[in-house]
């Protein structure tokens, strides 16, 4: 299936989507637009939906109600076609699976490979120039579990990368990483972001949060606020999204 991404539409489109697995509430009307260029933090406590809309973005869950568009199509059809970039976080990944830093980031090369999945020249050239930009060159061969945590995200950026994905989505990006990986984790972001790309970050460092997002996301089920890193990050709005007074005590 082929996907036509709509001239002009947002990157992400999130309307009203509601979300229940079973009889717990995900996600209750959530909405939220990006637009290519930006990068947006998304913000909430454990629970709050962050991880149901990253898959309703994806296509992997489907809303109970509520529509979610990607360039103005379908998500699952935008996934398919490699417009839709994940990294995960660090507990959702099998790092003793037998699989080379080289191979991880081939996987964005899937979509396009047809069914032998056997790499072409361009492929190989891809793969190469992701692992060169952030900068895992020398560790091309090495198995994935092999990695400090920072060189295991930056594998999953360049997976991205060598996908050439127009929206990125990351599941804490910077949690267990060291400086070097931050730095060069947060730089690429930017130059994706000046290149176009969409990019839709949650994360638990607010402190970093104003240097590297044009925008941010209070999220609890729902949206609670959307706009500028320095007005959604004020104590009285981060106390609406983490149930907290403004000196940080639980009500």
């Known amino acids: 299936m082929t996907f036509h991404p709509i001239p002009g539409s947002s990157a992400v489109d999130v309307r009203d989507v509601t979300v229940h ?20 933090g998304l913000i909430g406590m454990n629970g709050s939906g962050k ?20 360039f103005g199509g379908s998500p699952a059809e935008a996934r398919r076609a490699g417009t839709v970039g994940y990294v995960p976080q660090s507990e959702g990944v099998d790092w003793a699976f037998p699989v080379s830093v080289r191979d991880v980031v081939m996987m964005g090369r899937y979509g396009g490979l047809g069914f032998t999945r056997r790499p072409r020249a361009e492929d190989h050239d891809a793969v190469a120039a992701a692992l060169d930009r952030v900068e895992l060159a020398h560790l091309a061969d090495r198995q994935i579990g092999q990695l400090s945590g920072g060189q295991r995200k930056r594998a999953f950026v360049a997976r991205g990368i060598a996908q050439g994905a127009s929206v990125l989505l990351l599941d804490e990006p910077f949690a267990g990483v060291d400086k070097r990986s931050e730095a060069t984790i ?35 089920h729902r949206v609670l606020m959307h706009g500028a890193p320095g007005e959604v990050l004020k104590a009285e709005n981060i106390a609406l999204a983490f149930g907290l007074d403004v000196l940080g005590r639980k009500p």
């Open 21 to 40: 697995y079973g009889d717990v509430l995900a996600l209750d009307k959530a909405t939220l637009s990006l637009d290519p260029g930006r990068i947006c």
């Open 51 to 70: 991880s149901t809309l990253f898959k309703a973005v994806m296509g992997i869950v489907k809303p109970d109600s509520g529509t979610v568009r990607v």
């Open 186 to 220: 947060t730089r690429l972001l930017r130059e994706l972001a000046d290149d176009g790309a969409a990019i839709l970050i949650s994360t638990h460092d607010l402190h970093a949060l104003p240097d590297l997002a044009d925008e941010a996301v209070l999220l609890l």
